[in-house]
């Protein structure tokens, strides 16, 4: 078995169900509530892209398996509600706070994904551009710290 192919992978029996009504239940979640951290007061509980990354990167793991191939689970439309998310420099958040910085990777990843499922180029290029906001800023490897709202704006 090939581990990347994912035409040879299936759960069976009660697993199988137990997937199969789980990624169903992740297809019917709300996509608002995928977005609401995007407006989340930074002092709270927010993560900004995080949550939508997540789940992003998961349908399109799930929509590589035959068995979920079909299913419609709306992934397009938030892929592309992210590609225009305003973020002309590649962040994906409002409010510059460390944990938004790891959303954006987490987005850049999720949709590093989904060009992978689909072959979206426009999703590859918001995927580079997000990653390229995060090595500049973030990256322990280029030195590169955090930086105030001001400086990213």
């Given at each position: 078995?090939?581990?990347a192919?994912?035409?040879?992978?299936?759960?069976l029996g009660?697993?199988?169900d137990i997937?199969?009504r789980s990624?169903?239940?992740?297809a019917?979640?709300p996509?608002?509530?995928l977005f609401?951290?995007?407006?989340?007061?930074?002092?709270?509980?927010?993560?900004?892209g995080d949550?939508?990354?997540?789940w992003?990167?998961?349908?399109?793991?799930y929509?590589?398996m035959?068995?979920?191939?079909?299913l419609?689970s709306?992934?397009?439309?938030?892929?592309e509600?992210l590609i225009?998310?305003?973020s002309?420099?590649g962040f994906?958040?409002?409010?510059?706070t460390?944990s938004?910085y790891?959303g954006?990777?987490?987005i850049?990843n999720?949709?590093?994904e989904?060009?992978?499922t689909?072959?979206?180029?426009?999703?590859?290029a918001?995927a580079?551009?997000?990653e390229a906001f995060?090595m500049?800023n973030v990256?322990?490897r280029?030195?590169a710290?955090?930086r105030?709202?001001?400086n990213?704006?």
């Amino acid at each position: 078995m090939n581990p990347a192919g994912y035409d040879q992978i299936g759960a069976l029996g009660e697993l199988g169900d137990i997937l199969t009504r789980s990624v169903r239940h992740l297809a019917r979640m709300p996509k608002e509530r995928l977005f609401r951290d995007f407006s989340a007061d930074p002092d709270g509980w927010a993560y900004g892209g995080d949550y939508v990354g997540r789940w992003l990167d998961g349908m399109a793991y799930y929509h590589r398996m035959p068995q979920f191939r079909g299913l419609e689970s709306g992934i397009s439309d938030v892929v592309e509600r992210l590609i225009a998310f305003p973020s002309p420099n590649g962040f994906f958040g409002r409010h510059y706070t460390q944990s938004e910085y790891g959303g954006t990777l987490q987005i850049a990843n999720a949709l590093l994904e989904t060009h992978q499922t689909y072959g979206d180029p426009a999703a590859l290029a918001s995927a580079a551009r997000a990653e390229a906001f995060f090595m500049a800023n973030v990256s322990p490897r280029d030195r590169a710290k955090v930086r105030p709202k001001e400086n990213n704006t």
